[in-house]
């Protein structure tokens, strides 16, 4: 998957170190499930079984990418509109996430 180069190479208004933190430790937990389900396909375990890790691992990286979107709104795209730099911003946005719904 190829998206468009960003706009802005670094945050508008950097991260908090307790919001990067909480974010590393979201997806170092993800990343455990990923390896449970690799130890899973290893050990022959029932498909259903492996299908609702995969589909709690969907879960979780969507609830990342919502916080991530979420943030980048507040912060980023508001601070780009107030700037008038808005409309580039907004598009940029909104390629990101039509490729969430695909």
């Known amino acids: ?19 990067k933190q909480a974010m590393v430790n979201r997806l170092k937990r993800i990343e455990g499930q990923v390896r449970g389900i690799q130890k899973m396909i290893e050990e022959d375990r029932y498909c259903v079984d492996v299908l609702v890790q995969i589909s709690a691992i969907n879960a979780a990286l969507n609830k990342v990418g919502f916080s991530v979107t979420e943030r980048h709104i507040k912060h980023c795209v508001s601070d780009a509109i107030l700037s008038g730099d808005g409309e580039e911003t907004i598009e940029e946005l909104m390629d990101v996430m039509k490729q969430f719904s695909k």
Request: cysteine-free; overall charge neutral; proline content about 11%.
């Open 1 to 19: 998957m190829e998206l468009k180069e960003s706009l802005h190479q670094h945050p508008s208004q950097p991260r908090s170190k307790n919001e």
